[in-house]
């Protein structure tokens, strides 16, 4: 069982930065490919990043490529979302979730096992 807590969320201006946390309960995070979803109001969860147990691979929606980073620190049971340049269209609320499937990097919400409860990012323009 992994448990998930997402912070570092807010309001910011269109232009501005924003490094979201997740932190995980458990031994097992190590083993665990991570991902970072997000929802805006009125549409499905959809993919923003994802990383593989080791950190040695990342994958990444083109919407988000080039403006926003995911990491990990397995010794600390952290994974980040460095978001920059951010447009009032990445304003939803953003998810930290972990996949069994440590080696694998998938964007379909299906494969990942194990949720946050969210954070708010609200990007005004």
């Known amino acids: 069982q992994v448990q998930l807590v997402e912070s570092g969320g807010g309001l910011v201006q269109a232009g501005d930065s924003l490094r979201l946390s997740c932190a995980a309960s458990g031994r097992t995070f190590s083993t665990y490919a991570m991902g970072w979803f997000r929802q805006a109001p009125g549409e499905e969860r959809k993919f923003v990043a994802a990383?593989?147990?080791?950190?040695?691979?990342?994958y990444y929606a083109d919407s988000v490529k080039g403006r926003f980073t995911i990491t990990r620190d397995n010794a600390k049971n952290t994974v980040f979302l460095q978001m920059n340049n951010l447009k009032s269209e990445d304003t939803a609320v953003y998810y930290c979730?972990?996949?069994?499937?440590?080696?694998?990097?998938?964007?379909?919400?299906?494969?990942?096992?194990?949720w946050g409860q969210g954070t708010q990012v609200t990007v005004s323009s």
């Open positions: 990383i593989t147990w080791s950190g040695g691979s990342t």
């Open positions: 979730a972990a996949s069994r499937r440590g080696s694998y990097l998938s964007g379909s919400y299906s494969l990942y096992d194990y």
